[in-house]
T-cell receptor, first 116, second 112 residues
């Protein structure tokens, strides 16, 4: 059973516009959420995270929103650039803090294409 | 220099063969992980390790084994490879509290 879901396999956006990537989760024990970006032939790289005590975290052009009641998070990229074209994975953890294992559960990924 | 390295980067093998994928890190992290990525399924956790004496199964450990030879090295073995183990394999490391995971570049494995 997929505990973290990204229901849109792909998203196409024009350069300069906003990209919104969505992620839903089912496990209420998750308390830490992350977004990773992956280019072809490379490993995923960390983009931005949010803990469950917050509902928004911003880092430059990237903002992550968390709606705990809906078990939904989204990543906004404004403005989108062609270099943002990649696969984006959301991930969740229920034991991120303390001397824990920090296991991550990943969504399926969304392929973002930003057209010039 | 890459902080997390994986060897080999690509491997083709035959059904029934034993194969080992290796991961090394220079980050000094205690926690290490092995994932596989399949199209449409994202990354799934195979094994994880807190230190050299601590090995734990992830959600899809059947058909795999691991060895934590040192803090910096974590190897994944397929004792008898089968075609549905064809996938992209990633190693990752993590330091500690509220830290993210850092991934290696991946090993693309094809089992014929």
């Amino acid at each position: 059973d997929q505990q973290v879901k990204q229901n849109s396999p792909s998203l196409s956006v024009q350069e300069g516009r906003i990209s919104i990537l969505n992620c839903d989760y089912t496990n209420s024990m998750f308390d830490y959420f992350l977004w990773y970006k992956k280019y072809p032939a490379e490993g995923p790289t960390f983009l931005i995270s949010i803990s469950s005590i917050k509902d928004k975290n911003e880092d430059g052009r990237f903002t992550v929103f968390l709606n705990k009641s809906a078990k939904h998070l989204s990543l906004h990229i404004v403005p989108s650039q062609p270099g943002d074209s990649a696969v984006y994975f959301c991930a969740a953890s229920g034991d991120a803090g303390g001397t824990s294992y920090g296991k991550l559960t990943f969504g399926q990924g969304t392929i973002l294409t930003v057209h010039p | 220099d890459a902080d997390v390295t994986q060897t080999p980067r690509n491997r083709i093998t035959k059904t029934g063969k034993r194969i080992m994928l290796e991961c090394s890190q220079t980050k000094g992290h205690d926690r290490m992980y092995w994932y596989r990525q399949d199209p449409g399924l994202g990354l799934r956790l195979i094994y994880y390790s807190f230190d050299v004496k601590d090995i734990n199964k992830g959600e899809i450990s059947d058909g795999y084994s691991v060895s934590r030879q040192a803090q910096a090295k974590f190897s994944l073995s397929l004792e008898s490879a089968i075609p549905n183990q064809t996938a992209l394999y990633f190693c990752a490391t993590r330091r500690g509290e509220w830290e993210t995971q850092y991934f290696g570049p991946g090993t693309r494995l094809l089992v014929l």
